[in-house]
């Protein structure tokens, strides 16, 4: 039971980071994406072939998370003039290609066989190959990203990034530059999405193509749209009952094949009573207020006194 349970630590805190990830694009900048497992793909991707080739972790995840930045580049440039629906299906698009990639660059990624064997994390010589001292790992991890997340978005950028979401057309007629601002929120979502799949690549130690696919990327949607768009702490909360409810299922020790038809109408039903009762999602804007909200509060109650 307490392996199971640092099980679920670990992996709570790795689609955590993915979660605050695709928040900073969809929540609070209104980006819907569909595409982002392919940054999370090619995070887990370059650390586990540098790490087989015997790179260092640190230096192979950070590698990750770069090469997520430049393929998120492209994403940027070719999407940024792109809104609505029409965005949606071109990052839906791009996850496809970078999936196939996975599939059929079989010299590199060894294609639907996948890759075995990759080593755990190696720290100051000391192998985190326990459960512990890899949930301490990803809860480090997951509580720096959590803290610049949370700076990022009380900083005037993180205003600017709301504005852009409420009102595309007001932010650009006050001289702001939209475009420059989506391409380095893209950026932002696709290193830390590169952070992530390299942790999950060091803890599952095998990966395939099957576990990037749009699946994933729809569950990450579900994720922040759970907790509460426009809420880093939303995203946690969506990511612990999105990682739950299969180790629930797990436990009661049911058929796979029925268990996976079940987790997924859980998924459609408590989506569903969402949308009716929760709109704004558990944690949703309107029940989290940032501290510079109060402190701009404070200061409108002063001048009307």
Known sequence: ??????????????????????????????????????????????????????????????????????????????????????????????????????????????????????????????????????????????GIVLFLTQRLSWSPFGRLMLGIREDTIAAESIGKNVSNVKIQVILAGAFLAGIAGSLFASYISYINPGDFDINLSILILLMVVLGGMGNNYGSLVGAFAMVLIPTVLLLAGLPSAFSGALQELIYGLALIALMLFRPRGLLGESHFISRSDRVEERETRAASD
């Open 1 to 142: 039971m307490t392996q199971m349970i640092f099980h679920l630590i670990i992996l709570v805190a790795i689609y955590g980071i993915l979660a605050i990830s695709l928040n900073i694009i969809v929540g609070y900048t209104g980006l819907f994406s569909l595409g982002h497992a392919a940054f999370f793909g090619i995070g887990a991707y370059t650390s586990a072939i540098l790490s087989l080739a015997g790179v260092s972790f640190w230096a192979a995840m950070f590698a990750g998370g770069i090469l997520s930045v430049l393929v998120g580049l492209l994403v940027g440039f070719s999407t940024v003039n792109l809104q609505g629906d029409y965005f949606c299906i071109a990052t839906l698009a791009c996850g496809q290609v970078m999936n196939a990639v996975f599939t059929n660059w079989m010299s590199l990624t060894r294609g639907p066989d996948g890759l075995p064997g990759i080593p755990s994390p190696r720290i100051f010589g000391y192998t985190l190959s326990s459960l512990p001292s890899f949930a301490l790992l990803t809860l480090i991890i997951l």
